[in-house]
């Protein structure tokens, strides 16, 4: 079954620090992986998405994210964060002709220092 | 234009109650999802419907869960008898038709069972 791991539950950066959160995917297709952001009492943003092609894909927001096969990995960068980016961020997974049946990590709380 | 909506955006009720929670998507996006968000434990996928086709009840807990969507657009989530468990946030999303495209999010519905 296909299972996606956020190992960082909560993360605190400074304002103007670079971020990485990290997510780390278990899937035998070849995957389609996002990240979502969700603020306080909002529904789910997409920042960004990989299908296929160049395995670092720019998202919304200045952020980006890397595929990288050989680890099972997507993780999410910022070069200098926000205030405004404190949110909850979510990783998910599916497959081609799996729909947006989207298997979702269990998220990672950024609280941004100022 | 408009996005997801969801009422009510909170419901709190007794258990042993049964509940309806409405989603009323996207106007054009013929794929609707419903997922829970449980505190800790991520999202989980509910239910999916795609156009006329049968819904995928895969992600349903429990047959005290149920879904429909009528005519193709607004779409009501039922759960029968309501257990504490039962208290989570439940989001529903739209999308325009599958083949990956994003998913676009509600505010989602606050259930606490009492």
């Known amino acids: 079954a296909q299972s996606v791991t956020q190992p960082d539950i909560h993360i605190t950066v400074s304002e103007g620090a670079s971020l990485e959160l990290r997510c780390n995917y278990s899937y035998g297709a070849t995957p389609y992986l996002f990240w979502y952001v969700q603020s306080p009492g909002q529904g789910l943003q997409l920042l960004l998405k990989y299908f296929s092609g160049d395995t670092l894909v720019q998202g919304i927001k200045g952020f980006e994210a890397e595929f990288k096969r050989s680890q099972s990995s997507f993780n999410l960068r910022k070069p200098s964060v926000h205030w405004s980016d404190a949110a909850e961020y979510f990783c998910a997974v599916t497959s081609w002709g799996g729909g947006n049946k989207l298997t979702f990590g269990t998220g990672t709380q950024l609280k941004v220092e100022l | 234009g408009a996005g997801v909506s969801q009422s009510p955006s909170n419901k709190v009720t007794e258990k042993g109650k049964d509940v309806e929670l409405r989603c009323d998507p996207i106007?054009?996006?013929?794929?609707l999802y419903w997922y829970r968000q449980s505190l800790g434990q991520g999202l989980e996928f509910l239910i999916y419907?795609?156009?006329?086709?049968?819904?995928?009840k895969s992600g349903l807990p429990s047959d005290r869960f149920s879904a429909e969507r009528t005519g193709g657009s607004v779409s009501t989530l039922t759960i029968q008898r309501t257990q504490q468990e039962d208290s989570a946030v439940y989001l529903c999303a739209s999308s325009f038709g599958t083949g990956n495209s994003p998913l676009h999010f509600g505010n989602g519905t606050r259930l606490t069972v009492t």
């Open positions: 419907f795609q156009g006329n086709s049968a819904p995928d």
């Open positions: 106007s054009g996006h013929t794929a």
